[in-house]
């Protein structure tokens, strides 16, 4: 199967890429630096395969993985992460991410779990899985709205006005917000959220 690996750490991209080439049935065609290059080369090289960072810059992983779904390209996406913020991997999952491993799985595991992707089945790190079921997203879509204006700095006042709703109805959703994430206050909510990777 024909792989490009897309991460912005030059000397794990490049380790990566190595062991990866040893093994018989994977060959590395590609290097990406950042999600932008990792979507121009899928889409020049057409790879079965691209292992990508989340956190990337110019695009994330997840933004890459948005992208190939939305023009509904054949490329398999598995990603890697240091991160066990299930809010990433609920995304990942919507944009069609076959793959969500750790980046210090052993380079076998994560051979086998290409090849299991290669042959349309879901890979998850075990140490992932648990994680991510145990913890889904308990804000609501109007909650989170309110986390993130909260999070630019804006007041109870300006939120309500940017999304046509009451005061005393934002300090509600503000409340019910910090009260789910058992915070003591807004900031400690927004950090909550961001952890989890719910404010994405």
């Known amino acids: 199967m024909k792989v490009i690996v897309a991460e912005d750490q030059g000397m794990l991209r490049g380790a990566l890429s190595a062991l990866l080439d040893l093994e ?6 590609g290097q990406a630096a950042d999600g932008a290059e990792a979507l121009e080369m ?18 994330s992983g997840l933004d890459v993985a948005e992208a190939l779904q939305k023009s509904k390209d054949p490329c398999g996406v598995v990603m890697l992460t240091t ?28 051979a086998a779990a290409l090849r299991d992707v290669q042959a349309g089945r879901r890979a998850v790190s075990p140490e992932l899985a ?3 079921w145990e913890a889904e997203n308990p804000l609501t879509e109007r909650e989170r709205e309110v986390l993130k204006l909260a999070r630019e700095g804006l007041s109870s006042g300006e939120i ?21 994430l ?15 990777g719910w404010l994405d």
Request: hydrophobic content about 45%; charged content about 30%.
């Open 182 to 196: 058992e915070a003591k206050n807004r900031i400690d909510a927004i950090a909550a959220a961001e952890k989890n």
């Open 130 to 132: 648990l994680t991510f």
């Open 24 to 29: 018989d049935d994977i060959e590395v065609i």
């Open 160 to 180: 309500a006005s940017r999304l046509f709703l009451s005061g005393g109805t934002v300090r509600n959703y503000l409340s019910e917000a910090i009260q789910k």
């Open 42 to 59: 899928i889409r020049t090289l057409r790879p079965d395969l691209c292992i990508m960072d989340i956190e990337m810059p110019k695009m």
């Open 83 to 110: 991160f066990s913020r299930s809010g990433y991997f609920q995304r990942a999952m919507r944009a069609g991410a076959r793959g969500f491993l750790l980046k210090d799985s052993p380079v076998g595991e994560l």
